[in-house]
């Protein structure tokens, strides 16, 4: 390949790689996504080696986890703060339909807000409607956690199909 081809598909991948990474800190930006897209594209432009499949999924499976991580742990986090799974699965709905009618922050916020209204109307008690929120956000903090680590790694791992293709 063209010594110039082949740095202006590695300067582009970088980007978009870079692009995602700092977008998994920004609310409902899809940044693992744009990674696994971006070494998906990478593929496609540079050639696909024995070594770039294997990598390929193992970024696969990174993106994959790092997507669910998310909805997972938010989730567990709940139920192990004493939440019900129906009213679990009833505020990531909330959640999920407030992303789309007050973006860019409505489904932060109504997830949240609507596990603690629904706890409360469950238990009618505030402190154990909290303790649900509270195991929430801890899994949702631990999952930000997850989905960085998971971003680094792609990275690291795109660089190495990268440099040794």
Do not use: C, H, Q
Not at 89 to 107: D, K
């Amino acid at each position: 390949m063209n010594p110039y081809t082949d740095a202006t598909i590695f300067g582009f991948t970088l980007f978009f790689m870079l692009v995602g990474l700092l977008g998994l800190i920004v609310p409902l930006f899809p940044g693992i996504l744009v990674m696994w897209l971006s070494a998906l594209v990478y593929g496609f432009a540079a050639g696909w080696t024995t070594l770039g499949i294997i990598l390929f999924i193992v970024i696969t499976v990174l993106a994959l986890f790092g997507s669910l991580a998310d909805n997972i742990l938010l989730g567990a986090g709940a139920y192990k703060g004493g939440g019900a799974w129906w009213t679990i699965l009833l505020a990531m709905g909330a959640g999920l339909v407030f992303t789309f009618l007050a973006p860019p922050i409505g489904g932060i916020v109504a997830t949240p807000a609507s596990l603690l209204l629904f706890e409360y109307l469950r238990l009618k008690d505030v402190k154990g409607a909290v303790s649900s929120v509270k195991g929430a956000m801890i899994g949702w903090g631990i999952s930000f956690v997850i989905r960085v680590i998971a971003g680094v790694v792609i990275l690291g791992l795109w660089a190495v199909w990268a440099v040794f293709r």
